[in-house]
């Protein structure tokens, strides 16, 4: 009896469960990657969570809305700018505004509007500073 045929077939058949094998290792080694980077991502994920959640009691519900007046505008853009706190005369020089009691008592009153929205607030008597 001949039995080379059946052992070709047994070949043929090895052959094709190996490549097989071989491609569902290359398979696995690819998915375990993408496993990997996905538990990672997920990760990273709740890492941002925590920190968010953790910060949110730190955010304000919603940004006051600011009074129609340009000046408002102009003067958080000063406080921005600035480095410490800041006098009405100081506003109002900034401003481009003559330095007469009315235009100072008119940029206080704005300040002190401002410090009621919460945007600023009173460090001493008169003098205003950034919300941090």
Do not use: W
């Not at 340009?70 to 003559?98: M, S």
């Amino acid at each position: 009896m001949n039995i080379q045929p059946l052992l070709q077939a047994l070949d043929i058949q090895e052959e094709a469960a190996r490549a097989l094998a071989d491609d569902l290792r290359a398979q696995i080694d690819d998915l375990q990657a993408r496993l990997r980077e996905a538990e990672t991502h997920l990760e990273h994920l709740a890492i941002t969570r925590k920190t968010v959640t953790s910060l949110a009691d730190r955010i304000p519900a919603s940004l006051p809305e600011l009074p129609q007046h340009p000046d408002y505008a102009r003067i958080l853009t000063v406080f921005h700018e600035a480095t410490g706190p800041l006098r009405a005369k100081n506003i109002c020089q900034t401003l481009g505004h003559e330095l007469l009691p009315k235009n100072a008592e008119d940029t206080r009153a704005k300040l002190k509007r401002l410090v009621k929205l919460g945007i600023l607030t009173e460090a001493d008597t008169g003098s205003f500073a950034r919300k941090q």
